[in-house]
Structures are given as C-alpha cells and as structure tokens.
C-alpha cells in the first residue's frame, strides 16, 4: 500500500510562487508515475501535471505551462511542484496521486491513479 503525503501549501499573493511536496512510503516514489490534481470550490478534480516513472517525460495542463514544473527526487521518495507567477485562479486542493508500478507514463486522467494524498490548500490571493 501506498502512502502519499501532500505538503507546501498555503496563502500567497498572486505573482508568487509556493513548492509542494508529496512523500510516498515504503520507497515507492521512483518507482511510479505520478500526478498532481487539484480542485477548486464547486468545481470537478481537474489535472494539473504529470510524470513519468523515470522522471523523462512530464505533461501539463495549459493554464500552468510556463509557470508550473513537476519534478521528482527518487532517493527521497518525493514529488515535487513549483509554482510560479500564481494567480487566483490557482486557488485549490491540490492533490498528488501516483499510478500502479507497472504503468511507465504519466496521465491526465484521474481514474488512472490508485493511490491519493490528502491534500493541501493553495489559496493565492489578490
């Protein structure tokens, strides 16, 4: 089993910029592809980002690219995302997720994650 644990967020200022974590246990982390979500009030679970198992490949959603990079640390099991240039809209949970060992790519989609963190709230104010 799985254990992801989202943090780094918080409150900041629109044109800022906040790095979240995601920790998996048992030294999984390279071991997986992995994702970031995020969801707003009243709104659906929307992809953000994604990468694959061997850290080659990423993919994003349009409205971060050129202001967010997913990025890995395999030796310690972490996940990370840089946020840039945030503006309100950003505003959201923000949710790690990571695939089944034996799937090498990322995905957008959030039924292809078995495994969720927690969450942590980014609120960019204006």
């Known amino acids: 089993q799985v254990q992801l644990v989202e943090s780094g967020g918080g409150l900041v200022q629109a044109g800022g910029s906040l790095r979240l974590s995601c920790a998996a246990s048992e030294g999984t982390n390279g071991k997986r592809a992995m994702g970031w979500f995020r969801q707003a009030p009243g709104k659906e679970r929307e992809f953000v980002a994604t990468?694959?198992?061997?850290?080659?490949?990423?993919y994003y959603t349009d409205s971060v690219k050129g202001r967010f990079t997913i990025s890995r640390d395999d030796a310690q099991n972490t996940v990370y995302l840089q946020m840039n240039s945030l503006k309100p809209e950003d505003t959201a949970v923000y949710y790690c997720?990571?695939?089944?060992?034996?799937?090498?790519?990322?995905?957008?989609?959030?039924?292809?994650?078995?495994?969720w963190g927690q969450g942590t709230q980014v609120t960019v104010s204006t």
């Open positions: 997720a990571a695939r089944r060992y034996t799937y090498t790519a990322g995905s957008s989609n959030s039924y292809e994650y078995d495994y």
């Open positions: 990468i694959s198992r061997s850290g080659s490949t990423t």
